[in-house]
Every structure is written in C-alpha cells, then in structure tokens.
C-alpha cells in the first residue's frame, strides 16, 4: 500500500511519516516551505491547481492524508481570501487529483468546526463554526465527503510533542522554555479544550487505516482543560517552577478571535476500534521519559 502524505513537514505530517513509514510499503510526503532532506520529501504548493493535480496523478497513491491547512486561527481571520485558498481551495486541488487515482482521502481537521453551543460533542453533532478557520475547514470537510471519494475526517485539537528544529512551539513546548529560562509564563486561564498528544494520533491513524474504517472521527486527548491548568500540569511533571506561571484571560490578549471552548468526546474511536487517547498527565509522563531518553 501506497501512502501519499500532503503537509508531511508539519508537526502532525512530520510524525505520521515517521511512524507508517515502519508499517506500510510505500510512504511519500509533500512540504511547502520546510525543506525536508529525504528521498520521499517532495515540494508541492496545494493552491496550484495543476501542479497539485499532476504530483498526484504521478505518483498515484493508494491512500492521501491531507494534513496541510492555513497555519493559525488569527490569520485566518484577518485574511479570509488566504483562508480560502489555502485550505479550501487546496483541499480542493487535492481531491480532483485523488479523484483521478481513486484514492482514499484521510483529511485533518479541527474541533474548530463544532463552536461552542454544547457540553460535549460527538462526530453526531452538526457543526457550528464561529472562526474562519473552523468555516473553512468545515468547507474543505464538506468537499471530501461530497467528493464521492473513500474518506476519513479526523478532527483534533491543541496537539502536542516534542517537536523538530523547524516547527514552531506548542504549548507544552513553549512552557518548558520559557520555565527553563526561569522566565514568567502567562496562561490564559478561560480558554479550555481536549489537547491531543501527537503521538497517539498518529498511532490512532494507522489503527483506522489498517480497520479500513471511514467516516467522521473525533481523535483528540481525554481531558478538557484550561491553558493555565494545563501549563501548572506541565511544570509539576518536569519539576518547573509552577510559581513563575502567572494566570490571564483571554481578553488581556486582545486576539482577532474569541476561541471556543469546545469539549468533545473521543469515545467512538475507543469503543469501535479500541483506541485509547492519553490525557494530559499521561502524555506529558510519555514525554519525560523520551526526555530523558534522548536528551
């Protein structure tokens, strides 16, 4: 089997290459921006309709996992057209080649999708989207389910690892340097959500993958829980000063877009394919001990 990943220079992309390249035949990965220096990397620009169509074609994959979206929920606000190219109309360049191939289309999105009018979400709810960023990835869903095309949607939140030289910082990354650095740490203590370890996403990917299972999955973390709390959890784990993390809300941020505070429930993975989802304490202990392992 023949895996195209699209965005495999990403934080997620990256780390689905590095786990199913150990499990299938084949894997071959697109980046934008971030020159990746191996064989299987390839640079593709999703928003050019023919070069997008063409890759596709040639290299004529079994499976496409579509990771690649507009990178951030302010920017997406402050520029709907850029919105709307990258991540709909990208999303749409690569189903018309997926359809030429008749592959099996596996899209990340967003939590982002559901708003926040509920306790907790199920991939039953219909979505409700208050961002741009949620809009548009809500379009981009609507296109591969329409696409007539094999598809999972596997929507995630806030996710989380060790992270290479290139990505930027999440926020487990960011808290331990800052608090390494003995600096002040400000967490914004209204916002909550269900932060997914990257790792158990990946192997919650290749798990549906080999159940041949479709549809819409919500593949996130266990526990809802604020930025703050999550920060004070982090510190506790590494042995950081929880003294140096200070409490904010969210409106001392003055951000273009009010985020949700979206809870969903990952329990259809667990009960129809077994999958369990790490918490917060339980994947940040996994990241100690890779710590300590490889630095």
Excluded at 114 to 122: A, D, M, P, S, V
Excluded at 267 to 283: N, S, T
Aim: proline share 2%.
């Amino acid at each position: 089997m023949k895996i195209l990943i699209i965005g495999g220079s990403g934080l997620i992309g990256y780390n689905l290459f590095q786990d199913l390249k150990n499990h299938f035949d084949e894997i071959e990965c697109t980046y934008l921006k971030n020159k990746i220096l191996n064989k299987n990397f390839y640079q593709l620009d999703t928003t050019n309709h023919e070069n997008t169509i063409e890759f596709i074609k040639k290299s004529n994959p079994d499976i496409v996992i579509h990771t690649s979206a507009l990178a951030g929920v302010d920017l997406a606000e402050k520029n709907h057209h850029l919105a709307d190219s990258v991540t709909v109309n990208g999303t749409n360049n690569v189903i018309e080649g997926c359809k030429l191939t008749q592959s099996k289309i596996i899209y990340v999105s967003t939590t982002y999708v559901y708003g926040n009018k509920k306790k907790i979400f199920t991939e039953n709810d219909e979505p409700n989207p208050t961002s741009y960023y949620g809009k548009t990835k809500y379009k981009a869903e609507n296109l591969i389910k329409n696409s007539g095309l094999s598809y999972l949607i596997l929507r995630t939140d806030q996710p989380y690892c060790w992270i290479e030289k290139w990505h930027k910082d999440n926020s487990v990354t960011r808290a331990i340097k800052t608090l390494k650095k003995k600096e002040v740490l400000k967490e914004v203590k209204d916002w909550s959500n269900v932060p997914t370890y990257v790792p158990d996403f990946t192997n919650a990917t290749r798990i549906l993958l080999e159940n041949s299972e479709v549809g819409i999955f919500n593949v996130t973390g266990s526990d809802y829980i604020d930025r703050y709390s999550w920060a004070l959890r982090t510190a506790e784990i590494f042995s950081l000063e929880k003294k140096l993390i200070k409490s904010i809300t969210s409106k001392e941020l003055d951000l273009p877009v009010i985020r949700d505070n979206t809870n969903v429930s990952n329990q259809k993975i667990l009960k129809k394919d077994g999958i369990y989802m790490k918490g917060i304490k339980e994947g940040l202990s996994d990241m100690l001990k890779l710590y300590k392992l490889n630095f």
